[in-house]
């Protein structure tokens, strides 16, 4: 049996698991944790006092990615201004090719910004939030890490 203190970090597979002290991982840093007993190789890191649980391992070469840094990257979409709120329906006959121009003029890109871990190895990166590559999306072959729910306690 384990002891609970308030500031302990627990992570969740099908259960939750306890890590230690959530006061183990920095900000800014990642902490490597080994879950024996299901094979897990995990890195935790805080960012901007948020806690994040991702697999250690980069897909790429196995690089430890507790052991890379981290940095806020932009994630990027197109929103059209004039069809925010509002389906895309294109009626082609009604709509001229000028319109159709000051539509995309009309498209803002809204850029939020959040924390990814570069890989020590070869640089690969990842967004701690969602595991996803940020070169590269999945639909183009982009590559992911495992990510799992964390919580302090």
């Not at 201004?81 to 006959?93: A, I």
């Not at 990814?116 to 999945?138: K, R, Y």
Request: glycine fraction near 8%; charged fraction near 35%; aromatic fraction near 8%.
């Amino acid at each position: 049996t384990t002891s609970m203190s308030q500031d302990d970090a627990f992570i969740t597979t099908l259960q939750w698991i306890k890590l230690g002290p959530e006061s183990d991982v920095k900000e800014g840093r990642g902490t490597p944790y080994s879950i024996t007993e299901q094979d897990l190789e995990i890195a935790v890191f805080r960012s901007n006092g948020k806690l994040y649980a991702i697999g250690d391992t980069c897909p790429h070469a196995g690089g430890p990615l507790n052991a890379g840094d981290i940095e806020d990257m932009p994630v990027t979409c197109s929103i059209s201004k004039s069809n925010k709120g509002r389906n895309d329906f294109v009626d082609e006959d009604a709509e001229t090719q000028d319109e159709r121009e000051e539509e995309e003029e009309d498209e803002d890109e809204e850029t939020e910004e959040k924390p990814a871990v570069i890989c020590p190895w070869h640089g690969w990166t990842f967004f701690l939030h969602n595991g996803e590559q940020v070169d590269v999306p999945q639909e183009e072959g982009g590559e992911k890490v495992k990510v799992y729910e964390v919580k302090a306690k």
